[in-house]
């Protein structure tokens, strides 16, 4: 299992493989999720395609051992659920639209702060 620096390298370096492009803040969101959970899945719950787009319903999870969205680190446990609409050219994501429970993350992440007192 990799880690730290490794882990992050090895984020980027996926992401240049499946991505054609680069969407404002993107890379350096996802390394900042990686950076933050231990064992960070993206789990895909539900997927519907057509032609060269698909749209996923996923759930995000790990275990909280940076800072993340302003929270500390607490240890526990963290998911989200979120939908991304993915539009493909030639193998590699060229378009993509993400709406995550950002609200419903926020809410974990105090109250699993507030038991961490």
């Not at 490794?6 to 493989?17: E, I, M, P, W």
């Not at 800072?67 to 030639?90: K, P």
Request: proline share 3%.
């Amino acid at each position: 299992m990799t880690s730290g620096p490794q882990k992050l390298c090895s984020a980027k370096h996926y992401l240049s493989r499946i991505i054609g492009y680069r969407p404002p803040g993107f890379t350096d969101y996802v390394l900042s999720v990686r950076g933050a959970l231990a064992n960070y899945k993206c789990e895909i719950l539900e997927c519907v395609s057509e032609g060269m787009q698909a749209f996923a319903k996923m759930r995000f999870s790990g275990v909280h051992t940076g800072e993340f969205r302003g929270y500390l680190s607490t240890g526990q446990n963290v998911h989200w659920l979120g939908a991304a609409l993915f539009h493909f050219d030639e193998n590699k994501i060229c378009e993509l639209w993400v709406l995550g429970d950002l609200t419903g993350l926020d809410a974990l992440l105090r109250e699993n702060q507030k038991r961490n007192r």
